[in-house]
């Protein structure tokens, strides 16, 4: 472990030299922020883009004033995608690093964990990447914040796809953990409210980071069902898709997923992507979504030039999560904790070049656009989201209402 | 069918495993980074040979090469220097190597989750009792019958083979009759790395190839070569298929259960035969 955290360590405070450079100029103190995430095996997939979309949002902010005069800085921290390591370095953060704020978070389970940190230390924390929809609502409180995309809205906005489609009997496969759970249940709940004569015909739980789904493929095959969904993702799935396609499974059962769309996905599956699988994702080279959003090109021109990679849903994530932390506190004109809550707590919202993002004040949660796209090969024979369909979030979120009868259940079970 | 086939990658990897601790007494925990070595190697190799079908039987076979070198300098430049020592600072060591392995790897192949594709010969399935079968899985599971006799020739019927045995036995004695003990251990070393480096890259078209996958594949294969008896061949061969055709099934029939299975064999075989279904008690 020493070695990767020492690598980390060195890394972090190159990359936070490198971004504040500019800002040595200025001389106020900078605003600092904490940022806890899984920056060592396997999730960097998705937290190396965002950490660059993040510092992307930063060196713009910072080169044109800062906020309040005040450049802003985060101090990087790796959780190892462990609650505990999490919440410890949480803890010397705020009493060492002296810190403003807490941020970050790609694991679910790290997310709530640093949550519960924050109410009890009273410090605020803005989680970034983790998408379950407990952090603001079944477990919500006002110590946290949450500026990307949860669960209940993709998954519905996915649910409406499928709604519009002539499917009666579903199945599906899910990772037996919180994350699939909670897919798997947004998922079946809403298309039975939009479609009442759906039914579910069968369910497979393996368990995470399972790599051999060949008696699911079997079972899915068997099932009669007219569509499955899929809430396995990343490195999961991919074997999934890899093994169910020789079954011919995608020819016969229509294939829904939470995930397969995104391109740490539909890349490496190359030739041996599910063409017809519906999924959300952020399909910022399709030409639909740059006409909706004239200023999506050149945002993409920029983070390639800068990151030498295309940009992904995380880095957006990443790059959005700078700037809702930034407005919050121009909007409490002061980096003091109660009245960066009190801007969370009275919502706002942000124009991106992805569209507009609602930061809803009743749980602080974030409320960007939602795609859902069909898989396809584009000409050079790359698998890409096409026909991508938009959707608010505020057209399918849970509303306040809804969200506070979550809560008071949720404290009626501690009780 | 899928079961058995899933048993012979476990096999490949862990009867490795347990040649090196048959011979080297050292319980390689980096044994699983080692097959991640092979399928990331397996990946490069892919992309930078040029789209024949034979293409696919040389990276392999690089590949695994590859991984046998890997294996043999770490014989030569780490492990040389603590075979006296407490096999706790052995333990240390593989786990070291597995964190150093896994933050070579991540610089060296960047993040992103990478694939290799079947070759095209073997990309569909065949009917088998009716069900379609991948055919992937119908070479992994002629293939690795083919490495375990190959193995067994060598072991049974080759003086290299016959050594091995006799170090497993008495490692003094072997030296004092004039054999050269540190290079046949190098040798093991490097052989059965090149078992794993050959697991890694036989798997990498059925699955995703990202970081993480050492640490799945090693707890498996620890608990096969457990199970089959720490040293013993025949005893991995048997125990990755128990192990491979249990999770199979378990899934089916306990899914709730089916990790806890796994371990519950391994706890109720180490009461009953702590030396493992083929192994031999330590004298």
């Given at each position: 472990m020493r070695t990767r955290i020492a690598m980390w360590g060195v890394g972090a405070v190159l990359v936070v030299a490198a971004a504040t450079g500019p800002v040595a100029a200025q001389s106020k103190a900078p605003i600092r922020i904490g940022e806890i995430n899984s920056y060592s095996g396997l999730a960097t997939v998705y937290t190396f883009p965002y950490r660059e979309g993040l510092l992307m949002a930063t060196k713009e902010i910072n080169d044109t004033g800062g906020v309040l005069g005040r450049p802003i800085e985060f101090i990087f921290r790796d959780d190892k995608l462990k609650p505990d390591e999490a919440v410890k370095a949480a803890r010397e953060l705020v009493g060492q690093e002296k810190v403003d704020f807490l941020a970050g978070c790609i694991s679910s389970g790290v997310g709530l964990a640093i949550s519960a940190y924050a109410k009890e230390a009273k410090v605020l924390y803005v989680a970034t990447h983790c998408q379950t929809s407990r952090l603001t609502w079944d477990d919500g409180h006002k110590y946290v914040a949450h500026t990307t995309n949860n669960v209940n809205q993709y998954v519905r906005a996915?649910?409406?796809?499928?709604?519009?489609?002539?499917?009666?009997?579903?199945?599906?496969?899910?990772?037996?953990?919180?994350?699939?759970?909670?897919?798997?249940?947004?998922?079946?709940?809403?298309?039975?409210?939009?479609?009442?004569?759906?039914?579910?015909?069968?369910?497979?739980?393996?368990?995470?980071?399972?790599?051999?789904?060949?008696?699911?493929?079997?079972?899915?095959?068997?099932?009669?069902?007219?569509?499955?969904?899929?809430?396995?993702?990343?490195?999961?799935?991919?074997?999934?898709?890899?093994?169910?396609?020789?079954?011919?499974?995608?020819?016969?059962?229509?294939?829904?997923?939470?995930?397969?769309?995104?391109?740490?996905?539909?890349?490496?599956?190359?030739?041996e992507a599910p063409v017809g699988a519906i999924t959300p994702g952020f399909a910022w080279y399709d030409d639909g979504m740059q006409k909706r959003h004239p200023k999506l090109a050149e945002w993409v021109k920029k983070y390639e030039t800068r990151a030498k990679k295309e940009p992904t849903l995380g880095a957006s994530w990443g790059y959005a999560s700078a700037y809702i932390i930034a407005e919050a506190i121009k909007r409490a004109k002061s980096a003091d904790t109660d009245k960066v809550i009190t801007a969370f707590s009275e919502g706002f919202e942000l124009e991106f070049p992805w569209g507009k993002v609602i930061m809803r004040g009743c749980d602080q949660q974030a409320i960007p656009p939602q795609w859902v796209g069909v898989v396809r090969m584009n000409a050079k024979g790359r698998p890409v989201l096409a026909d991508v369909e938009e959707v608010h979030g505020k057209d399918v979120i849970k509303s306040c209402d809804e969200v506070a009868k979550l809560r008071a259940a949720a404290a009626e079970k501690k009780k | 069918m899928s079961g058995l086939s899933v048993g012979m990658f476990l096999f490949l990897v862990s009867v490795g495993m347990s040649l090196i601790f048959g011979v080297t007494r050292i319980v390689n925990l980096a044994h699983g980074s080692f097959y991640m070595v092979g399928a990331y190697l397996m990946v490069t190799l892919v992309e930078v040979l040029p789209d024949r079908p034979w293409a696919f039987w040389l990276a392999l076979l690089v590949a695994s090469l590859g991984v046998a070198l890997l294996g043999a300098v770490i014989e030569v430049g780490l492990l040389r220097l603590i075979y006296h020592r407490d096999p706790l600072m052995q333990l240390i060591l593989t786990f070291g190597l597995i964190l150093v392995i896994s933050t070579l790897v991540l610089?060296?192949?960047?993040?992103?989750?990478?694939?290799?594709?079947?070759?095209?010969?073997?990309?569909?399935?065949?009917?088998?009792?009716?069900?379609?079968?991948?055919?992937?899985?119908?070479?992994?599971?002629?293939?690795?019958?083919?490495?375990?006799?190959?193995?067994?020739?060598?072991?049974?019927?080759?003086?290299?083979?016959?050594?091995?045995?006799?170090?497993?036995?008495?490692?003094?004695?072997?030296?004092?009759?004039?054999?050269?003990?540190?290079?046949?251990?190098?040798?093991?070393?490097?052989?059965?790395?090149?078992?794993?480096?050959?697991?890694?890259?036989?798997?990498?078209?059925?699955?995703?190839?990202?970081?993480?996958?050492?640490?799945?594949?090693?707890?498996?294969?620890?608990?096969?070569?457990?199970?089959?008896?720490?040293?013993?061949?025949?005893?991995?061969?048997?125990?990755?298929?128990?192990?491979?055709?249990?999770?199979s099934f378990g899934i089916l029939i306990f899914p709730a259960i089916s990790i806890v299975l796994l371990f519950a064999i391994m706890a109720v075989v180490l009461v009953v035969r702590p030396w493992g279904l083929l192994g031999r008690p330590e004298q």
């Open positions: 996915l649910a409406t796809k499928a709604a519009t489609m002539p499917y009666k009997k579903w199945a599906h496969i899910s990772p037996d953990y919180e994350y699939g759970h909670n897919v798997w249940d947004e998922f079946s709940a809403y298309l039975k409210q939009l479609k009442p004569d759906m039914e579910v015909v069968q369910q497979n739980w393996p368990k995470l980071g399972e790599t051999d789904h060949s008696s699911y493929v079997t079972a899915l095959l068997q099932s009669g069902a007219d569509a499955f969904l899929s809430s396995v993702w990343g490195a999961q799935e991919i074997a999934f898709v890899k093994q169910a396609r020789p079954f011919g499974l995608f020819e016969k059962v229509h294939y829904f997923s939470a995930s397969v769309g995104n391109p740490d996905e539909l890349d490496p599956l190359g030739k | 610089l060296a192949w960047g993040p992103d989750n990478k694939s290799v594709s079947r070759p095209d010969a073997l990309a569909g399935s065949v009917p088998i009792f009716g069900q379609p079968f991948p055919s992937y899985y119908l070479l992994v599971l002629g293939l690795a019958p083919v490495v375990a006799l190959g193995l067994w020739l060598i072991f049974y019927r080759t003086r290299w083979g016959m050594l091995i045995r006799a170090a497993t036995v008495d490692r003094e004695m072997l030296g004092a009759l004039g054999v050269n003990v540190a290079a046949l251990y190098t040798q093991v070393f490097a052989f059965g790395s090149w078992l794993a480096g050959l697991g890694g890259a036989l798997a990498a078209p059925t699955i995703a190839v990202a970081l993480g996958m050492d640490g799945d594949v090693l707890t498996t294969a620890f608990v096969v070569v457990v199970v089959g008896g720490l040293g013993s061949f025949a005893g991995s061969f048997i125990s990755a298929l128990l192990v491979g055709l249990l999770q």
